[in-house]
């Protein structure tokens, strides 16, 4: 069994680190690119959102290295992703692919079903082994977000910024070449260290911007155009609010230690949103709520488009812009995005929130203090 799964931010290094502390051989799909997109857009429905297009791109490329089973997560509720592994193995069959889809959906009262094919995935019955290696496998994803996070920080501080990216595209490029748990772990040390030798302007006056929106373009960054580093070199520290870390916190740890953080999301959203619209609509309303609490300058939704739980979400945020007095935009991303477009409204935003920050300390301006 060669197994391969879509991209989705660094969510590939955990599930590449669980699949191999199991034994088995992990097919990467190449680094989403543009020719993962054409090949996904040709083959895909005209209307169906970003996401599964790049997937679709991911699966032909990983197939094309030799991959014949692919692991996915499911969903259920009116978001589209419940759909994708029924589309997605529909697409491949008529593409001519003969590859196994194995599907994590929710247990739905069905524990033995998804235990099932957790075990069929893993290639083996072995319980502790199981459970050991996803620990594992979520430590290295808690530990490449935290990475990621803090080289946001760090190039929006530095005085060349471009280094920060130089060093994160080599930690992407070797982590994989490395194999399991230890030599990851390593390599994650190494690159930390690395940027801990940029040299930053400590006296440097940052940005806060908060990302919320659909969860596969926050954290792919080919989907989002690499808005963290775009919003880097313009000086602001970016926060997230769905990590692939916290993803699999949520959904995998049960009980306060896994919810709270949503929980919390559903409470600060429940005045405008009460009710499940599928996604992360809800989420992306807490977010931005919380996010104005914590005083951050401004806030990005994401989203592809025709996304319906994020849509509704959209409709929303002018509400909380207005309550609590925070810019909001909204983007709107499919494979007909353009760059120079992108950087523009970036650009002006950003613009905005500091001519807003100078009018908020202009005394202090003044002052020189």
């Known amino acids: 069994m060669k197994v391969t799964f879509p991209h989705m931010g660094n969510t590939f290094i955990g599930a590449k680190v669980l699949m191999e502390d199991l034994g088995n051989e992990v097919i990467l799909p190449p680094k989403c690119s543009k020719k993962t997109l054409e090949i996904g857009t040709k083959h895909s429905p005209e209307t169906i959102c970003l996401p599964l297009k790049i997937n679709i791109g991911n699966y032909v490329e990983s197939i094309e290295k030799g991959a014949d089973t692919i692991l996915i997560t499911g969903s259920c509720g009116p978001c589209r992703f419940g759909f994708y592994s029924l589309m997605e193995k529909e697409i491949l069959k008529d593409l001519g692919y003969d590859v196994d889809i194995i599907v994590f959906d929710p247990p739905d009262g069905r524990p033995m079903e998804l235990l099932r094919r957790i075990m069929k995935a893993a290639d083996t019955k072995n319980v502790y082994r199981i459970l050991r290696s996803i620990v594992r496998g979520g430590k290295i994803l808690e530990k490449v977000d935290n990475l990621i996070e803090y080289s946001n920080k760090i190039r929006a501080k530095a005085f060349n910024s471009f280094k920060v990216d130089t060093i994160i595209d080599n930690f992407y490029e070797e982590v994989r070449n490395v194999h399991g748990m230890e030599e990851t772990s390593k390599l994650i040390k190494e690159t930390r260290t690395k940027l801990d030798n940029v040299k930053i302007d400590q006296n440097k006056k940052t940005l806060k911007v908060g990302i919320v929106g659909e969860i596969y373009t926050i954290i792919e960054p080919f989907a989002n155009l690499y808005v963290e580093r775009k919003l880097g070199h313009l000086g602001v520290e970016v926060d997230k609010a769905l990590k692939p870390s916290s993803w699999v916190k949520h959904h995998l740890l049960p009980g306060p230690f896994g919810s709270g953080e949503e929980k919390r999301k559903w409470k600060e959203a ?37 996304c319906m739980p994020e849509i509704v979400a959209e409709s929303i945020l002018p509400t909380i812009q207005k309550d609590y007095n925070i810019p909001i935009m909204t983007l709107i991303v499919d494979e007909m995005t353009g760059e120079a477009g992108y950087q523009t409204r970036l650009e002006a935003f950003v613009d905005l929130l500091w001519k807003r920050w100078e009018e908020d300390n202009h005394e202090e301006l003044l002052s020189g203090s």
Not at 276 to 288: A, P
């Open 270 to 306: 429940a005045p405008y949103l009460s009710t499940l619209v599928g996604g992360h609509g809800r989420e992306t309303i807490g977010s931005s709520i919380i996010y104005a609490k914590e005083n951050y300058d401004g806030i990005i939704q994401i989203l592809p488009l025709t």
